[in-house]
């Protein structure tokens, strides 16, 4: 201890100091309302003066700029977004999960831990980067492979999106792997289980939770993603009827439409009531995988 | 755990099956090795197109790439030239970010490990952190415009793009925090105590210290992320083009707090899909250089993290 503790004007300041901490530790929960608050704020005249919910959510039609009558109807949005996330979560689902089980039982340690820098430098690829190769390098990949007249579209934009989400998915998957007691497992082996029997009878339905939560937290970047499904899955608002399909996503939607929008006008509100709708989204999403986790937690007491 | 040998056990005991694997041993030791191929296989296939695409990328842009095309501006109508305006404005965004995140979040950190006692205020508080981190992106932009250009009338500026980076940030820097101080045994705060001192003090002298280079690996990950960023940024301060000079000091300080700026994510965003008759080697060299910086910045978090690690003596 090379410091001298209490000088009076450490004490004086002690208050001050704890009380911005405590402001600060306090301070997500105000940024979470905050975010919430101003995007609402902004898109609430519309919502409440003009919007009819009934055709926001019914109408497939998306056209905000017509002179003659403007129609708001993000169901075709709405489509668009589920139809993407929805191939990278069958996609990177059951390949975030087989990887967190491979990595965490199957795999030498040392090539565990390199397997994991990997994973993580995966995860750190920005997502204009992913959208970048969606657009330039899977592109022509797309056309080569299905005949498709366009490269940027569902298949494409899916791809992409499992790619990022996977190590998501993995990360998370292998702590709540990680997180079963080792007493369960040597239990298991010394009944004679072989590894794949330890996996499949004990450390699955041990894990459960926290893998669904692993697959929740993929899902819930895949529809939040912007930048990456506004550049690799072209610019169709329709509801697709295949695979090779572009559509337009609810993110990619206000990124592309923000810009043009006359600040203040019908439109411009149109896009922060998507706006709302997609936090709304989202809260879903991560409470619920919060809940998830947090019930095993209560129920196992190790 | 070790490689476990299957031990056969069988109903009837004789000398020629006991040491031996019988039917359903062979059966399982099978399905073991097929399951281990498969996940085995499933992992590879995550990591094959990561090394893949960085060769295509690395490969397409190698032409492009000298030092020029970092200190050169963008010419032609951003058709060819550099990318030093856009780097410049990307370190401007970082800074400020970081700046405006990393007090915040490490004192929000030292709150939820040191402060925090086991109730529901905690709960909503981790709660808030997890739903923070996992807001859309492009919300984030949403609050920046409403919160920061038009409440509190920044305007489209630096300023704005930066503090809106740093809420979306903020996360990162708050969990590795946490982390860092919760790696801190117990007993050192608990001597630091029994000495009479305060709770910020036993932080201040102990706690800290001991953690720092924790925290500096969680505010490394914070700058790799913001870099990255394009979204937020979008209609809060990036814009497609700004005449910056080449040469001298003010090459080096282009822009105001108050200016619009250009950004390497956002330029490439706009070099690849919005502008016409761009070359190849311009793209794809943007795009190295953005992968680069992000990656390299990670590599120097991950490096810190395992020195930390051989490093620790409790």
Redesign the interface.
């Known amino acids: 201890m090379r410091q001298r503790f209490s000088t009076r004007l450490g004490l004086l300041a002690e208050p001050i100091i704890e009380w911005t901490i405590r402001l600060c530790g306090w301070s997500a929960i105000f940024f979470v309302f905050a975010i919430f608050f101003f995007v609402f704020r902004e898109g609430a005249p519309f919502l409440f003066g003009k919007l009819d919910l009934t055709e926001f959510f019914t109408s497939v039609n998306w056209r905000p700029d017509s002179r003659i009558r403007p129609q708001y109807g993000v169901l075709a949005l709405i489509a668009g977004t589920m139809s993407v996330t929805l191939l990278a979560a069958v996609l990177s689902v059951p390949a975030g999960l087989g990887a967190a089980v491979f990595v965490s039982e199957f795999c030498p340690r040392r090539v565990r831990e390199s397997l994991k820098i990997v994973i993580e430098l995966l995860a750190a690829i920005p997502s204009v980067v992913w959208g970048f190769i969606g657009y330039m390098v899977l592109n022509p990949l797309v056309i080569w492979a299905t005949g498709a007249p366009i490269g940027i579209n569902i298949l494409n934009g899916g791809v992409i999106l499992a790619l990022m989400s996977v190590p998501i998915i993995m990360s998370v998957g292998e702590d709540a792997l990680r997180a079963v007691p080792d007493t369960y497992r040597e239990a298991a082996i010394a009944l004679g289980a072989s590894r794949w029997q330890l996996v499949y009878k004990v450390l699955l339905p041990a894990a459960k939770n926290g893998l669904l939560a692993a697959a929740l937290l993929g899902i819930g970047r895949s529809v939040g993603e912007t930048m990456a499904v506004l550049m690799a899955t072209g610019h169709a608002v329709q509801i697709p009827s295949s695979l090779l399909d572009p559509v337009r996503t609810l993110t990619a939607t206000i990124a592309s439409e923000l810009g043009e929008a006359v600040e203040g006008g019908d439109h411009y509100q149109a896009l922060f009531v998507i706006g709302t709708l997609l936090m709304l989204m989202s809260l879903v999403v991560n409470v619920t995988a919060d809940l998830v986790v947090k019930g095993i937690r209560g129920k196992q007491n190790v | 755990?070790s490689n476990?040998v299957?031990?056969p056990?069988t109903g009837t005991i004789d000398t020629v099956s006991r040491f031996t694997a019988g039917a359903v041993e062979k059966r399982?030791?099978l399905?073991?090795r097929v399951?281990?191929c498969?996940?085995?296989i499933?992992?590879i296939?995550?990591?094959l197109?990561?090394i893949g695409?960085l060769t295509?990328?690395v490969a397409k842009a190698w032409p492009a790439l000298s030092w020029s095309f970092l200190t050169q501006n963008p010419q032609n109508y951003m058709t060819a030239g550099g990318i030093w305006a856009p780097l410049v404005g990307t370190f401007y965004l970082v800074f400020i970010s970081l700046a405006v995140a990393a007090?915040?979040?490490v004192?929000?950190g030292?709150?939820?490990n040191?402060?925090?006692g086991d109730n529901w205020g905690t709960r909503?508080?981790n709660?808030?952190?997890?739903?923070?981190a996992?807001?859309?992106?492009?919300?984030?932009?949403?609050?920046g415009?409403?919160?920061f250009v038009?409440?509190a009338g920044m305007g489209r500026s630096v300023l704005a793009a930066g503090c809106t980076l740093a809420?979306m940030t903020?996360?990162v820097i708050?969990t590795s925090t946490r982390e860092a101080l919760s790696a801190v045994p117990k007993s050192f705060r608990e001597a630091?105590w029994n000495?009479?001192?305060?709770?910020?003090?036993t932080i201040r002298?102990i706690v800290l210290p001991n953690a720092i280079s924790g925290i500096l690996t969680g505010v490394i990950l914070q700058v790799?992320r913001a870099?990255?960023?394009?979204?937020p940024i979008?209609?809060t301060g990036a814009v497609y083009y700004v005449a910056v000079p080449e040469q001298g000091l003010a090459s080096y300080l282009p822009y105001g707090l108050w200016d619009r700026c250009m950004a390497l994510?956002?330029h490439?965003?706009t070099i690849?899909?919005q502008v016409t008759g761009v070359t190849e080697g311009v793209?794809?060299g943007t795009?190295v250089v953005?992968?680069g910086l992000?990656?390299s910045v990670?590599?120097l978090s991950?490096g810190f993290r395992v020195y930390l690690r051989a490093r620790k003596r409790w």
């Open positions: 755990m476990t299957a031990v056990v399982k030791l399905v073991e399951a281990a498969i996940l085995g499933a992992t296939g995550m990591v197109p990561l695409i295509v990328l007090p915040i979040g004192l929000a030292v709150y939820m040191e402060y925090a909503i508080v709660m808030a952190v997890v739903n923070l996992g807001v859309p992106s492009i919300v984030h932009a949403l609050f415009v409403g919160a038009l409440f809420i903020l996360p708050i630091c000495m009479g001192a305060s709770r910020w003090q002298t790799s870099a990255g960023e394009t979204a979008l209609f994510s956002y490439l965003f690849s899909t793209q794809y795009a953005l992968i992000v990656i990670n590599i991950i």
